[in-house]
């Protein structure tokens, strides 16, 4: 202190320089939007790395996804105080802290976001490989645990060929069986699973031998040995449940309708009391009928279409687009050029699952309709590596879906982090005068989850992403997702590396990747597309392992009975991660749903602990003390919902996460 300058000056933290502020009483003003997208200089807007690196953010989501689920399972194999429990708890929260470390990492604003250079996006792979295979180890520890077994089963993923899938590639032997494990640690569901295998000669059967309905479809015209399994189950919630995938003497693939683009195919699906047809009229346009509720003649048809589209890298003395920065050129400056060339199409229709396979000359759509979940319209699309040519310093692709008639006033919505849905107004922002110098990068937003427009006659569109991705809806009727980039130029901002991803043989990454188009009333509760994203996010893991054919398959294993979990809303997603304190969780409930509260019993699941505190959502103070202590600003037009310990129904606001400490087991 210095008394002669009538100053005080002492070491401060952030809490008590906001103590001091909230002291003033002032009247602050609110800030509803967010400060996306944002520039530093006026043609450097930062909205390329919405999508750089679509390969690694489809890796990170996914695991993401598995990390929810199996962070559930691996506390479920600590529940209790058995002498196995004792022995294996330090390797199951080691697997646990490995995959959650190696996906905190991923998560860095240097990672994610694709602007890191390439040696270091590397290391970032390789410690989410590492994190994936330890959580496959507890997963096979757990599940031969519980059916005292000794299987040995392993991941495939669908973005590979069928030879790449060593478990499923020997199916042609007729002696050779597959032992397929869902595990599900979420609501119970009628699922249809997509397996790779080498051809049609399948038969799906249950753990009990009953064949179950299932389709193949094999439509890779290089390489007639790749073919996706389709087969359709009821899983029971929080259980591992067995089918038997074996060789056949009767083929169940669906026999192909080629077409010219300018031929029209005609598939109904029938799914209780609701009709859905998806009709192809054509090139790349689809129709979608749906019948109305309880009506036996009223339909409702939207026609869209899908196309891909791409923008030419500005390079320049000003600002280059890069790896940070979406910079058109002059030619694209405010509208993009075709991509793709529309060659032919081809129709697979079955029982269970309807495609219409598009086939560009640098790219492949499968468009899918499934019998079991007519909620929406599924697109796959699959990218060859995006060629250069000498004159071209960068290319940036998009996938663009549009319906016809309508008009969203250039206003759509994006959500945040996959939480509320931010409402976007091109070239507008409510709190200031924005002059926007890039027409097209100047209204990119991140897109994590879901992207949206609505019409008033017509209702809204949703379209779910699998991985984080830039878009925009500037166009009536057209949202607009970037799917790739490749620049051969940086754009100083860091990286001081091009946005050059190539593969082993020099060329660019191909991409694949899948939108889920929601079609909805404005009206309905809830949101379609949040009941899609839940079953997206809790979807059952895949395991597959070679089946001893002389052993029977292992019985369906119940994982958590009696617990009330498995009667809430399917979109209520349910969080559990085992704490360092034995016999300690925290417990997470997350209510999806866009406009209500979700209301139900509290849970049988915790009455199985000695305590159960509800916490802050980072779980590191009581959320009774958290209320107490908290600042209300003038100004504030926020609401602070109360909460009761004695609460005889538990009830999660819209899109509330409530947060749970449980421990100690009551024996």
């Not at 071209?392 to 994006?414: K, L, S």
Request: charged share 25%.
């Amino acid at each position: 202190s210095k008394p002669e300058y009538k100053v005080q000056i002492e070491y401060s933290t952030p809490s008590r320089y906001v103590e001091e502020i909230y002291k003033e009483n002032i009247q602050f003003p609110e800030q509803s939007e967010d400060i996306f997208p944002y520039a530093d200089v006026p043609q450097g807007y930062w909205t390329g790395f919405y999508t750089s690196r679509p390969t690694l953010k489809g890796f990170v989501r996914s695991v993401g996804n598995l990390a929810q689920s199996f962070k559930k399972f691996a506390s479920i194999l600590l529940f209790g105080r058995s002498d196995w429990t004792k022995q294996n708890r330090q390797r199951i929260l080691q697997a646990v802290d490995q995959l959650e470390h190696a996906r905190a990492l991923a998560q860095h604003h240097d990672a994610v976001t694709g602007t890191a250079r390439q040696a270091v996006t590397d290391d970032y792979v390789f410690r989410l490989s590492k994190g994936v295979q330890a959580a496959l180890d507890i997963l096979n520890l757990g599940h031969n645990r519980r059916s005292k077994t000794e299987y040995n089963f392993t991941f495939c993923s669908t973005n590979l060929s069928s030879i790449h899938c060593k478990v499923t590639s020997k199916l042609h032997r007729y002696d050779y069986h597959v032992l397929l494990a869902l595990v599900n640690t979420g609501v119970k569901r009628m699922t249809v699973t997509r397996v790779k295998v080498p051809n049609g000669l399948i038969r799906v059967e249950t753990a009990e031998g009953q064949e179950l309905p299932a389709e193949v479809i094999c439509a890779n015209a290089t390489d007639q040995s790749d073919c996706d399994l389709f087969f359709a189950a009821e899983i029971e919630a929080y259980t591992i449940t067995h089918f038997v995938v074996r060789p056949s003497k009767i083929s169940i693939a669906l026999a192909p309708r080629r077409s010219n683009s300018r031929f029209a195919f005609v598939r109904s699906l029938r799914l209780g009391w609701k009709d859905t047809v998806l009709l192809h009229k054509g090139s790349n346009k689809f129709e979608l009928r749906q019948r109305e509720e309880g009506s036996e003649t009223s339909w409702k048809s939207t026609n869209f279409s899908v196309e891909y589209r791409f923008y030419r890298s500005h390079e320049g003395v000003d600002q280059n687009s890069g790896a940070y920065i979406f910079r058109p050129d002059a030619e694209t400056f405010n509208r993009s050029l075709p991509h793709s060339t529309l060659m032919n199409a081809t129709l697979y229709a079955g029982r269970l699952v309807t495609q219409v396979r598009l086939h560009w000359d640098n790219a492949v759509t499968d468009v899918r309709l499934y019998s079991n979940d007519t909620s929406h319209v599924e697109v796959e699309t699959s990218l060859d590596p995006i060629q250069l040519s000498k004159k071209t310093v960068g290319i940036e692709v998009t996938a663009n879906f549009r319906v016809d008639g309508w008009n969203q006033g250039g206003v759509f919505y994006t959500d945040s982090n996959g939480l509320e849905m931010q409402r976007r107004q091109s070239n507008f922002r409510e709190m200031f005068d924005l002059e926007v110098t890039q027409p097209i990068s100047g209204n990119y937003f991140p897109v994590s989850t879901a992207i949206a427009i609505e019409d008033s006659r017509h209702g809204r569109m949703t379209v779910i992403t699998d991985r984080a991705e830039g878009g925009t809806a500037i166009l009536p009727g057209e949202i607009e997702l970037m799917v790739n980039r490749r620049i051969t130029v940086d754009d100083a901002r860091g990286v001081t590396e091009p946005l050059n991803e190539v593969g082993p043989d020099g060329k660019g990454l191909p991409v694949k990747l899948t939108h889920r188009i929601v079609f909805s009333k404005l009206s309905d509760s809830p949101n379609p597309a949040r009941v899609v994203q839940a079953r997206i996010d809790q979807s059952p893991i895949v395991l597959l392992a070679p089946r001893r054919t002389h052993e029977d398959p292992p019985k369906n294993i119940p994982l958590l009975s009696a617990s009330g979990l498995q009667d809430l809303p399917e979109y209520v997603k349910v969080y559990i991660s085992p704490l360092e304190e034995d016999d300690t969780f925290l417990v997470r409930l997350h209510n999806l749903d866009d406009s209500r509260a979700a209301k139900f019993k509290w849970p049988q699941f915790f009455d199985r602990f000695q305590d159960a505190i509800e916490v802050s959502l980072t779980g590191t103070q009581d959320r009774h003390s958290n209320q107490e202590e908290r600042l209300h600003w003038n100004g504030s037009q926020a609401k602070h919902m109360s909460r009761s310990s004695s609460e005889e129904e538990l009830k999660v606001g819209a899109l509330e996460i409530r947060t749970f400490i449980v421990k100690g087991f009551n024996d």
